[in-house]
């Protein structure tokens, strides 16, 4: 129902063309719809909540000039930053995970996650992967979930570049309360988690410092959690607190702010 109204305003248009599919099966199988009725060299995918800047698409087909890169993304944002407390931080969070994490990962060519809400691909590329795409399974049943990341670890194991197109801004809606963040970080988590696992058969073929990376990024927040647990236990069993720890935690914490703050010219970081 909530396409009638779009539909009816474009519909008279040659350049749009609406695939209604008879039930809601996931962005998986609607994203494979279309691409097995596109035509175009390059496919866009964004999200229902994203909106772009008019120069998005322009600078990401220049990066898809080169025939070696394989997908691109783009920066995100939030659209909603002033909403609440939790949106300005989440607004950060995505300033560091794409010019930190994204931006170093595309000085090696291999991003590996081109996210949902601004991403493009060759489509030539794609309809080579759709079939494993399609068929991904986790724990014996159709995966539903892990779409971005999936798609993107099948474009480098396919022997395509990954790329990160700071300039090509995208604002997105993102959750305003913890309930929707928490379902929405536990959903990527297992993604990361799972998707890792096919990342490490690939790693070998690329960069050290991007093993590092990945590594890093699944067993960071596991020490973390490690940390705090074993903190509690020594306060609950000694009736101290581990200060060198906490102040080892909080040092590289304002290191890691001071640097954003530094790089992104904006002192709202220092309180990330």
């Given at each position: 129902d ?19 599919l008879?039930?809601?099966?996931g962005k ?18 964004v999200?229902?909540d ?5 120069d ?15 997908a ?98 995208a ?51 596991l ?5 705090i647990?074993?903190g ?12 060198t ?7 590289m ?7 954003a ?12």
């Amino acid at each position: 129902d909530a396409l009638v109204g779009v539909h009816e305003k474009y519909a008279g248009d040659p350049r749009f063309n609406f695939i209604a599919l008879p039930k809601n099966v996931g962005k998986r199988k609607a994203q494979i719809a279309a691409i097995r009725r596109s035509c175009g060299d390059l496919v866009l995918n964004v999200d229902s909540d994203t909106i772009l800047a008019p120069d998005v698409i322009t600078r990401l087909a220049l990066k898809m000039q080169d025939q070696a890169v394989g997908a691109a993304m783009g920066q995100l944002a939030a659209s909603n930053r002033s909403e609440t407390w939790l949106t300005r931080l989440i607004d950060m969070e995505y300033w560091l995970a794409c010019n930190e994490e994204r931006a170093a990962q595309a000085r090696f060519g291999a991003v590996m996650c081109c996210c949902g809400p601004c991403a493009m691909y060759r489509r030539s590329a794609l309809v080579s992967l759709l079939d494993q795409y399609e068929t991904q399974r986790f724990r014996g049943k159709p995966s539903d979930f892990g779409e971005d990341r999936h798609l993107t670890i099948l474009m480098l194991k396919a022997g395509f570049r990954t790329e990160y197109v700071p300039e090509a801004v995208a604002a997105t809606v993102v959750p305003n309360s913890m309930g929707p963040y928490l379902r929405q970080q536990l959903r990527w988590a297992r993604s990361t988690f799972r998707d890792t696992l096919l990342a490490f058969q690939l790693l070998r073929g690329l960069n050290i410092y991007l093993t590092l990376d990945v590594i890093g990024q699944n067993i960071g927040p596991l020490l973390l959690s490690l940390s705090i647990l074993a903190g509690l236990a020594q306060f609950v069993t000694t009736g101290t607190a581990p200060w060198t720890a906490c102040l080892m935690i909080a040092a590289m914490t304002i290191v890691r702010c001071s640097v954003a703050a530094f790089r992104a010219r904006q002192l709202r970081f220092l309180g990330f």
